[in-house]
């Protein structure tokens, strides 16, 4: 499904990295591997990029990178963070946007509830990490065969 945020999201998209880059230093943003008790992997569908992606966003001034995952999660799936979440990996986002590192967190305790923000999400599932759907992102693809299926782990995104 194609939407109107998808269809702009080449052209403003641009704007705000520029905007970002004349005001931030760096930036930093967090993605969560949400494993349920059949091994399944919870990704998220944009309503303004394609593809399935591993829920998060960026950390906020005054935020830890844990609270902005628990942040993100609730926001964008709906996901109650349980514990505390395991740093996983951390990568340079450099191919994208100068200056970016994103940090992976992996949790297995959590429970779920209604999403608190609306209109970012389209679509939420639960898949096999060896059976991802065919539009997952490659990002998306590269964390998860590095947690489930050992894959080097590169420190680029």
């Known amino acids: 499904m194609t939407t109107w945020r998808t269809r702009i999201e080449p052209f403003t998209r641009p704007l705000f990295f520029a905007f970002s880059r004349a005001t931030r230093g760096m930036t930093l ?36 990178a844990e609270e902005a995952l628990i942040r993100e999660m609730r926001e964008e799936a709906g996901l ?45 599932g639960w898949f096999d990490p060896g059976a991802l759907p065919d539009d997952a992102h490659r990002s998306t693809r590269d964390r998860l065969a590095e947690i489930f299926a050992g894959a080097v782990s590169p420190t680029s995104w």
Request: glycine residues 14%; aromatic residues 8%; charged residues 25%.
């Open 80 to 124: 109650v963070v349980e514990g505390r979440p395991q740093l996983v990996s951390v990568h340079s986002n450099e191919r994208y946007f100068r200056g970016d590192h994103v940090l992976v967190y992996r949790m297995d305790r959590f429970s779920m509830t209604e999403r608190s923000s609306h209109g970012e999400i389209a679509e939420i």
């Open 29 to 64: 943003g967090v993605r969560g591997v949400a494993v349920n008790g059949e091994g399944r992997v919870l990704l998220v569908k944009h309503t303004y990029v394609h593809g399935w992606w591993l829920p998060g966003g960026g950390v906020e001034r005054g935020q830890s």
